[in-house]
Each structure stands twice: as C-alpha cells, then as structure tokens.
C-alpha cells in the first residue's frame, strides 16, 4: 500500500488507524498492510473487497426493509445498501466513536433519517435486546488483531436471532479458518436450520444462516445474480463460485 498517501492518523483507547488516499481509492486501516473499508470515490457503492461482495450477496435470498449492521468501518456496507435500495432502515452499531467520526468525514457516509448510528459496544448492544427486530443482521466486528472472538460465541449468536424476524438472516464475516470450526457450525445449526457459506478469494469465510423458508436457490438463478450485480456494479455470480450449505 506504499502508493498510498496518509490523510489522517487517529488513535483511541483500542488503538492506532489511519485514512489512506491515492487520488482514486480511500483506505480505513487498522494497522500495517491493513485494509478495513476501501472507497472508490467516484462509485462509493461499489464494494470492492470479496467479503463485503459476498455479506450483500444474502440481498438474492431477502429484500430487507430493514437491517442491523455491527461495526460500521467506513460505511462499505450502508453505501452499497443505500444504493440498491434508499428505503432500507440501516442502524450501524460502532465500538469506536472516532471510526465513526472518520467514516463521517472521509468515507462519504451517506447520512439521512433512515440512518442510525449508534456508538456501543456491539455485546452490550445485543444483551439489551431493544431494538427492534430486523430482516438481516450482518456482523462485521473487527479489530487490528482480527475478528472479534465475541461475535463466534454461542451467545452472541443466539441474541442476533432474538432480534431477526422469522424469516431474518444473520450474515457473519469470519477467516478461512472457521470453516473449519465444529463449534461455531454446530453453535449456528442450534439457532438456524439453515446455513450456508462462502468462502471468498480475500481468505474470508462469509456465513448466512436463517430459519426462514429455504431461498438459497437464487444463489444458482442467473436473472437474480444478473440483476444484483448490475444494481451493485460488481460481478456476484465470481465471488459465489464457493458456496454452498455448511456441512
């Protein structure tokens, strides 16, 4: 990333990041080599990491009216989901007020009345349990040393289903290394009947898992992959080639 310029250097009490520019692209990192969130200024809504492909691919299995995301980073997800549809109701729930602050400020954070931002800690947040319920839930809680440990665990996993709908789907972002992970398999199989994954070529292991009427058949449906990657400007049909029921 040495092309990369620094626009801004931050730190709080979880650690240090920075904002990156090279004139087209905008960088949220967290630590050395790091890529949290990656910004095409001119097409914001372009999600240009594989695993942010893969979390809004869950839009082929539900039309959500509104969703819940923990950890915000620079926003990747609200752009891309305020694009493919204005209507949905997006709270975004952030351990790091000043990631908040950044995201505002250099990433084009598209701000309005369906927007909430909350800055919680995304445990604390769940254990209330006042929200109300949502038709996806994606979990993207990382920090410089990696993903959140918290959110693998049976009972932060068992608090996103009590605030999905019926038919809601949580979208949890871990490393390939969890698909080899029984525990966390058999933890979300105690909660959903179904779940799926994909395994990204970023080296993110992307699962979907719901207790909804069985729609993972879109992922297969030419018109419905066409149709999302024109809305997204991003070939979906490449980042799904690994998918598939978590067996």
């Not at 310029?5 to 004139?23: A, P, Q, W």
């Not at 969130?37 to 539900?62: C, E, G, I, N, R």
Request: include cysteine.
């Amino acid at each position: 990333m040495s092309e990369y310029k620094v626009l801004h250097v931050d730190s709080d009490s979880v650690g240090d990041f920075c904002v990156l520019d090279d004139g087209d692209y905008r960088v949220l990192s967290f630590g050395d080599n790091d890529e949290q969130s990656k910004l095409d200024k001119a097409q914001p809504h372009v999600p240009q990491h594989t695993y942010v492909q893969a979390m809004l691919s869950v839009l082929l299995f539900t039309q959500p009216k509104s969703v819940i995301i923990l950890g915000l980073g620079g926003g990747a997800l609200v752009h891309s989901l305020r694009h493919v549809d204005a209507a949905i109701k997006i709270t975004a729930v952030e351990l790091r007020e000043r990631v908040i602050d950044v995201a505002k400020r250099f990433f084009q954070l598209p701000l309005s009345k369906k927007l909430t931002l909350i800055h919680q800690d995304a445990n604390l947040f769940l254990a209330q349990g006042e929200h109300k319920k949502v038709d996806v839930i994606f979990a993207d809680i990382y920090s410089n040393k990696g993903v959140d440990k918290q959110q693998l665990t049976d009972v932060f996993i068992g608090k996103t289903k009590q605030l999905l709908k019926a038919d809601g789907f949580l979208v949890l972002n871990c490393w390939k290394e969890h698909s080899r992970d029984l525990q966390l398999r058999d933890t979300l199989y105690s909660h959903f009947t179904h779940v799926y994954a994909c395994l990204t070529g970023g080296g993110n292991w992307v699962v979907y898992a719901t207790n909804g009427s069985n729609t993972f058949g879109q992922a297969n449906n030419k018109q419905a992959l066409q149709n999302l990657s024109q809305k997204l400007d991003t070939n979906i049909s490449r980042v799904l080639t690994r998918f598939g029921v978590w067996e």
